[in-house]
T-cell receptor, first 114, second 114 residues
Framework: DQQVKQNSPSLSVQEGRISILNCDYT??????FLWYKKYPAEGPTFLIS?????DKNEDGRFTVFLNKSAKHLSLHIVPSQPGDSAVYFC?????????????FGKGTKLSVKP | DTAVSQTPKYLVTQMGNDKSIKCEQN?????MYWYKQDSKKFLKIMFS???????INETVPNRFSPKSPDKAHLNLHINSLELGDSAVYFC?????????????FGPGTRLTVL
């Protein structure tokens, strides 16, 4: 039972263009969402997050959009750089009434070509 | 300085053996976690632990047991290893339990059971 879904296992974009990574969730109790980035042989590292009271959060080249009615969020990277090539995990948490444990999607492998 | 460290990085062992993976964090965090990333790349929580309580994912077999000698360490003991235990295990820590926090991950331990 996948509560967090990343339906695209991989994405390839050209350097300088926009990368859009998508994530869907099923649990309406989720109220906090995060994106993690993972390089090979390393642990995931936090990238950006958004609370359910917002619909957009921006940090430099990274912007996360949240559409609660569609239970969908997306990560935009613009402009994309070769160093952005990694696996991106979407994660969700239900803050109220839980331990704040993160439920992860399966990840999307982003390749940015020079 | 490494924030969350795990040892060993690689572990190859025979079925039926008992093994341990160590985790240490120097961030002063209150909560630590163990995740398993299986062959399908799902990153799933196994345990979360602070000095007050241990939260166990009910799907985790009781052959797996976390042991915390102090706040900075959460070791994972696995008894009677099985082929299906082969995976990458990630330790993580966070400054809060049940809050909109971010988790810091270790580099992972790749366990191979032969």
């Amino acid at each position: 039972d996948q509560q967090v879904k990343q339906n695209s296992p991989s994405l390839s974009v050209q350097e300088g263009r926009i990368s859009i990574l998508n994530c869907d969730y099923t649990n309406s109790m989720f109220d906090y969402f995060l994106w993690y980035k993972k390089y090979p042989a390393e642990g995931p590292t936090f990238l950006i997050s958004i609370s359910s009271i917002k619909d957009k959060n921006e940090d430099g080249r990274f912007t996360v959009f949240l559409n609660k009615s569609a239970k969908h969020l997306s990560l935009h990277i613009v402009p994309s750089q070769p160093g952005d090539s990694a696996v991106y995990f979407c994660a969700a948490s239900a803050i109220r009434g839980s331990q704040g444990n993160l439920i992860f999607g399966k990840g999307t492998k982003l390749s940015v070509k020079p | 300085d490494t924030a969350v460290s795990q040892t060993p990085k690689y572990l190859v062992t025979q079925m039926g053996n008992d093994k341990s993976i160590k985790c240490e964090q120097n961030l002063g965090h209150d909560t630590m976690y163990w995740y398993k990333q299986d062959s399908k790349k799902f990153l799933k929580i196994m345990f979360s632990y602070n000095n007050k309580e241990l939260i166990i994912n009910e799907t985790v077999p009781n052959r797996f047991s976390p042991k915390s000698p102090d706040k900075a360490h959460l070791n994972l003991h696995i008894n009677s290893l099985e082929l299906g235990d082969s995976a990458v295990y990630f330790c993580a820590s966070s400054p809060l339990a049940g809050g909109p926090d971010t988790q810091y991950f270790g580099p992972g331990t790749r366990l191979t059971v032969l």
